[in-house]
């Protein structure tokens, strides 16, 4: 595959007896291909991140439910294997939820280009928001990767710059699994949009010397009053971009919100193995953290922008 | 060399012909000495970062300076390229100041002396500040590696630990070379002092959950009016203090305060090697970030704690 084909096929499909995902973990230094021919194998994918970004994983989800009807599996287990292979993402049980009644193929597939849709709507709902010459920052990598194509907060990105109105994206690494320097930063070249990477504790240092103008993020899950959880690190950017008066944008699409959850205590939080930090020390390792919506400028989804206070239904 | 063994000589000394340094790069995987037999090699042991930390550079450069006088180098030359090797420290030059009169290795011992001693005095300002059961989180590494012996933020911890004050130790990894998971989890370790790594962007979430009770780190320069320079990611972790009423402590030598500098806006920023970073996109890796003094709740020196608004001299 070359870089620029990064098609929703190529970042996961179904094909005959197996669900095919391009293998976030090996980028971007390898593009391969994982096979996975059950749903515990397309769960397993999901623990392990192969496939992560929370739209994704609900998309990996469905043809994994998808390919275990076709297998003839107990659809009960496959529905709890791979609703159970994450807890943060709600976007999980949501896709899981919307192949009960057909599980076929073709209902994955519609729920996959119904995602990429939704994405490139986000992205122009906000990208309205963008003045001309804008540098944005943006966390973790919810882009075509994440989102199964076209991408949430890179969406939005790739909206600003086709309109001239984005200049730059600062990119933070995001420790501990990069997803910032390896996945968003290949995007991002792959796009032609102009980018740097930065190491996660250098954002505030640039908002401090005008070097920033909104942060833009995705989410894994938001509450019904407008806390949204992602990748550890947002809530410090949130905290620090209201401290120079910078806006916070979260792209995600309405099957983030999570009208269940009331506010963002609510949220699992996944701790990951402490082994991801690298160190033979003690480590603690929290892979999300939650944005309470005070702290959220506008909340951009296919539906379009919403601003506080979070009035989603 | 034993963990329990980190006295000042083992940290750095002369030796007949040559300065001979704990390489900090290789920690915690190897306990390795690096000889460094004129004050160039001393300048790129500085540079290099094999010693770091402001006062151990400042020591360094001093028994450079002696070494370069026994070996009857050009001194103007040696001061030259000691004083260039880092940018941002204001101790490296000061003590090349001190060493100019009389450059010899007792004069440099001397110096080096007076720094641990310093530190033991700084900590024990500090821990003052320190209520029962505190849990305090670090950034980079301010122990007894980067002071030539006991640590300025760490020998605050120290101090507190051994008043039974500290409960536990939380430690920024400290991207991009990571100091604080290499080499203030070794330190701590070491110590005997309960400690957990976190990734640089976790802080504010722990932060958020009431896991952290004040935020101590070292300063590599401090200006006239209170503005303190430090390893990338302080000034983040202050603004996120701030938000959440926890106090913020610089522990530093008198050594550090530069009343030459008026504030932080004059203090040089060293933009190190985007490579550092390990991506092969394009990346920007400042190594200091300035926090204003209004964010600092107190800095302590071995002459005592000073509070906002800061008079030094």
Redesign the interface.
């Known amino acids: 595959m070359g870089r620029g084909d990064l098609t929703p096929e190529s970042i996961v499909r179904l094909e005959a007896g197996a669900v095919v995902l391009l293998d976030q973990r090996r980028l971007?230094d390898e593009e391969l291909e994982l096979r996975c021919e059950s749903a515990a194998e397309v769960a397993e994918a999901i623990r392990t991140l192969a496939v992560r970004g929370a739209p994704a994983i609900g998309v990996a989800a469905a043809y994994g439910y998808a390919l275990a009807a076709s297998r003839g599996e107990d659809l009960d287990a496959a529905y709890r294997v791979l609703a159970e292979a994450r807890p943060t993402a709600v976007n999980l049980v949501w896709a899981l939820d919307q192949m009960r009644d057909e599980p076929t193929p073709e209902r994955a597939r519609a729920l996959h280009l119904a995602e990429v849709d939704r994405c490139k709507r986000m992205g122009t709902h906000a990208s309205a928001l963008f003045g001309p010459g804008t540098k944005a920052l943006t966390h973790c990598n919810a882009g075509g990767l994440a989102t199964g194509g076209y991408g949430s907060a890179i969406g939005a990105l790739r909206a600003a710059w086709e309109e001239g109105l984005l200049e730059h994206v600062?990119?933070?690494?995001?420790?501990?699994l990069?997803q910032g320097?390896?996945l968003t930063?290949?995007e991002?070249?792959a796009l032609g949009i102009?980018?740097?990477?930065?190491?996660?504790?250098?954002?505030?240092?640039l908002m401090?010397r005008g070097e920033v103008d909104c942060v833009v993020t995705g989410s894994d899950r938001i509450a019904a009053n407008g806390d949204a959880a992602n990748k550890?690190?947002t809530?410090?950017l949130a905290?620090?971009a209201?401290?120079h008066g910078l806006p916070l944008y979260i792209v995600a699409p309405t099957s983030t919100i999570d009208l269940a959850t009331p506010t963002g205590a609510e949220i699992p939080i996944e701790q990951r193995d402490?082994a991801e930090?690298?160190?033979?020390?003690?480590?603690?390792?929290?892979a999300f953290?939650?944005t309470p919506a005070a702290l959220i400028s506008a909340i951009i989804t296919e539906r379009g922008v919403f601003r506080p206070p979070y009035h989603f239904s």
């Open positions: 971007p600062w990119v933070d690494e995001t420790r501990p990069l320097s390896r930063a290949w991002l070249e102009p980018h740097a990477v930065i190491a996660d504790s250098a954002a505030a240092h401090s550890i690190g809530y410090g905290v620090a209201a401290h402490a930090l690298g160190t033979r020390f003690p480590a603690w390792n929290p953290d939650v």
